[in-house]
């Protein structure tokens, strides 16, 4: 026997799929590999497949046993009390519950003898239900995600909407555009668009949470005698001391001074020093004279590890 597909994998959904998502693609693919539809010869097998997989994925309980323990779960799910309408023949045939499918059988018989399950003729027509939700994902750059902006979004009908980018956003969150989805069955209301927002990288910065990181690059002198620089902030910039004797890898904070989210919370900035050394052959002989003096004067740095 042929091992079975992973429900995931049949509608074509990621694990971490929303409902809507998984709802919308289950619309998709059943109009697609139904019988009295498709041609295909292996489209009645396909239809089936479709519906076990949205069977166990749109319900709550059936999909975390699913996740958990795979097929086997999700048929301990069905078969439990209150696991559902899912169940099993004394043939071992699955019994799927016909109004998970009512609204897509309405659209596909509304011109020829209404659905087989809504007992209404063509003339009553669909019931008014929400069009699916419609997936998109956008970039933006490192300075709009921090400070938040607006970008424009192009419609399958080729019109763009705006969307607003809340300051502080993170790579890889959701936001959604209502309304703007596909229309709804018999005069429904439309669906959403569901934005993932990515985040493009900055030459300099780097965000821990709401916090605000930079390298700070140092030469060793100045790492041994302190010294002061200029470093740019998300706006302006602000004059730092770096301590005598500071190593690469410490950390100079600037409270206040992070990226300010769209509830107001704000992280901190930090410059994180790194010393950088030329190579030994680019100095000159006074240079490599100085070093043999300095390296006379230097504490051992590894000293009590042995």
Known sequence: ???????????????????????????????????????????????????????????????????????????????????????????????????????????????GGGSPFSGRGASAGPSPRRGADIAKSITVTFMTAAQGGEEQIRLDDGTTVSLRIPAGIEDGSRLRIRDKGQPGPGGGPRGDIIVTVRVGGHPHFRREGLDLVLDLPITAVEAIRGTSVSVPLLSGSVELRVPAGSSSGRKLRVPGQGIKDASGNQGDFYAEIQIRVPESDSLSEAAQAALDTLACELPPPREGLS
């Not at 619309?27 to 292996?42: G, M």
């Not at 396909?46 to 323990?69: C, G, H, I, N, P």
Request: net charge negative.
């Open 1 to 111: 026997m042929a091992a079975q597909r992973d429900y995931y994998d049949v509608l074509d959904v990621s694990r971490t799929a929303t409902d809507d998502e998984i709802r919308s693609a289950f619309r998709t693919l059943a109009r697609k590999f139904h019988p009295d539809v498709c041609k295909e010869d292996d489209a009645e097998k396909r239809f089936a497949e479709v519906q076990e997989a949205y069977e166990v994925l749109s319900d709550k309980d059936k999909r975390q046993a699913y996740d958990r323990f795979g097929h086997a779960g999700a048929g301990a799910a069905a078969g439990a009390p209150g696991g559902g309408g899912w169940n099993y023949s004394s043939t071992g045939g699955q019994q799927v519950d016909p109004s998970a499918f009512q609204d897509i059988f309405e659209e596909m018989f509304s011109g």
